[in-house]
């Protein structure tokens, strides 16, 4: 677009955003363009001196009468634009044709009304030009637009309901017996449900955890369950006795006729739930007839309320609700790397806010909340739920990725702990690897061509490196299927060497038809010659050994062929990089177990690996359905493909002339091998 050209678009799209501006404002505001266009409109030229970064331009051009040669008048024209260079001098004065108006000619009258039109015409076809060249509005950018109004326009309603809510009505009464000098409120028995101390007294002494307010010296100020007010003492806080709100008989359970009466005790128990810590008494629940007292608060009594102890004693001081438990495992797995921590002190400060004690010890819920989510682990396997079996691979497993992920270590200086983890389904004790490694006669000393592929090295493949002087567990071992469903796993305390793959190949799925990885240009044949060292692993070794696509593409052109996922009978569609999809889940958690003791690290990564098959399992209908799709549409354009081949080359491409061309390229790339 040429120079002035661009100036005058410019100018109509300011016109356009200038919505209601006065003319004078825009003069003053966009400069000597606006000038300009004003100036030709009128037919007059106005020269002005130019100015160190503007200078003055005339341009003459010569009038004609339209339908003769005869010139009519020279127009002296000047224009204040930004200084142009010299070669687009020209084109900026072409824009607006200065044949186009007159100022002394001859027939002034029709030459000036031709100027107006034209000008006119050409502010029209810039007009739209711009408007055309304008992205369209989008429906998204329209409900965006109309959304941000309607909050403009309904937050100050809100703010006003929040100011009144936060106030006392005048004319506010006790909705349980109507008296007429309410000073409590409760979130959970309803909003606008005031009350007075004596029925604040008897709704609460059944339900104690409740978010209570009192109001006092002109606010509503938060309290704790055991506090209150008496209308005698000026709204002055009172302490009362609530007691743990625990199912009761109706009767005795020992002379069954008399009744339970409860009482509280001076010993203060602690409840935690989603809404924070609440500090409540003891029951004493005695019998009216007998006067025996009533045991309570046995395991029995603990788990039938939903709670879950957070000691071992008779009188756990801790008792966590089950729905708490249940939202911070969910929160956690979609979460990656949140800190216990953090989830804590969060609690803490829900507490404060709410009037109660803001502090939660972090070694009991920790512990609670390891053993209640065992216990669920436990629940799972005694219904025969899948944990680390693929429902579409069992019992025949078609395909099977190795791969380690290195993300996953934990520092050397964290103390490893005393207790070991409570799964064993998934991670294999490092026991046995260890014991394998040593059957195998497995050494970490260096071996010349490990990881080296052509001109490629493979880092991962190194045994021992210098970064991993400070780390315990280096990393984690992951085998899984086609579908991306995490089966088996271990510890690896060195780098990726092939003393742990082996242990999953040969251990776990010696009937698996294919085995996928990420250098099994180099794992291959060091298996064939352990294997040829130890019988019992020969029948491991009549699996395909198949590259991963992905990494085959790092890997020499020979090495693509002979081993690659593509080229061998059998492998199917699969791409060897399933666990690529686990590990971008799993490595998140390293925020927080590279901290962790070695059995609650291993317990985390057991409870995420089952959490993600969870997820795996639960799409793998409509995920197998979208494969099956795009299967048949790439067969059905390999097909076309083909033809289209066989055209252009001129000969039948039978798939035994292919089979024959395969074989001969597989020759070629072995003599490069060697």
Known sequence: MEPLQAEICEL????????????????????EEVVLLKSCKRRRCQSAPGSASTRSYTHDTSIRKAGTTKPMAR?????????????????????????????EAEGGTEGSSTAQGELDKLLQDIETSVAESQPATTTWHKRMELREENWQAFRPKLFEEVVMYSTLPTDAACFRCGDHNPRIRCHQCGASQYMCHVCDSAIHKQQPLHDREIWSDGIFKAVSPTTTYDSSSDSKPLAINRCIPFSLPWRCPLCHDGKIVVSSRESTRIVVN???????????????????????????????????????????????????????????????????TGFLKTL???????????????????KAFHEWRYCQFSMRKLRQSPLFECPCCVPIQHSVHLDGNKKLYRYSKVPRGLSKQYYGEFIVPNEEVDKHLEDIGYSSEKMTGVGLCGSTRWKAAKAASKTMKNLDETGLEVAGCRHALALKALNMFRREMFGYPHYLHTQNFQSAKCIWADIICQYWPWAVVKAESCPNLRSAMCAQPCLSVMHAKAHSWHCQILWGGRWQEGAAGGAGEEMEQLFSYLSRFNITTKYMSAAGREEQLVEAAMFWNDKKIFNLPKYLKARLQKT?????????????????????????????????????AKREQK
């Open 348 to 366: 803490e400060q829900m507490s404060a806010v709410k009037g109660r004690v803001g502090s939660v010890n972090a070694t009991t819920f920790s």
């Open 12 to 31: 109509v799209r300011k016109r356009r955003n200038k919505d209601g501006a006065s003319c004078a404002n825009l003069d003053k505001e966009l400069g």
């Open 75 to 103: 127009v002296h024209r000047h224009t204040n634009i930004p200084a142009p260079s010299e070669s687009s001098l020209t084109d900026a004065c072409e824009v607006i044709d200065c044949g186009d108006f007159v100022e």
């Open 274 to 340: 989603l809404r924070g810590r609440f500090d409540l008494n003891d029951a004493l629940p005695v019998c009216e007839a007998c006067g025996e007292q009533i045991q309570l608060e046995t395991p029995h009594d603990v788990i039938r309320e939903q709670y879950w102890p957070g000691s071992t004693s008779r009188r756990s001081t801790y008792l966590f609700d089950q729905d708490l438990f249940c939202f911070y495992d969910l929160l956690q797995k979609n979460n990656p790397g949140l800190s216990e």
């Open 632 to 668: 048949q549409g790439n067969l059905q354009k390999s097909k076309e493909d083909l033809l289209l081949l066989q055209v252009e080359v001129g000969e039948d491409l039978t798939p035994e002339y292919c089979k024959q061309c395969q074989t001969e390229i597989r020759k070629i």
